[in-house]
């Protein structure tokens, strides 16, 4: 049960906003929270949804074509890195 609590929404790389707005979807199945905030580690930009993180580690324009990718690594270290699409 979520009703009439302050929730964190936490996403790795913030981009359309469309996962984010479908986890606000699922959460509002299990009650309405009295707020939600959103933490992104990178927000790339380019938003489908009026979306935005209110706390972000990093902002990063990422060219047309390429896709920004968080890995973690055998010790755990996380590092980004851009494929093509």
């Known amino acids: 049960d979520v009703a009439d609590r302050r929730l964190l ?3 790795d790389v913030l981009y359309t906003g469309r996962t984010v707005r479908a986890a606000m979807n699922e959460l509002f199945d299990y009650g309405r929270p009295e707020s939600i905030a959103l933490v992104a580690l990178v927000d790339r930009g380019e938003r489908q949804l009026p979306i935005c993180a209110q706390y972000c580690g990093a902002t990063l324009a990422v060219p047309k074509g390429k896709m920004l990718r968080l890995d973690r690594n055998d010790s755990g ?3 980004l890195r851009l494929d093509d699409d």
């Open 77 to 79: 270290r996380l590092s």
């Open 9 to 11: 929404l936490v996403d």
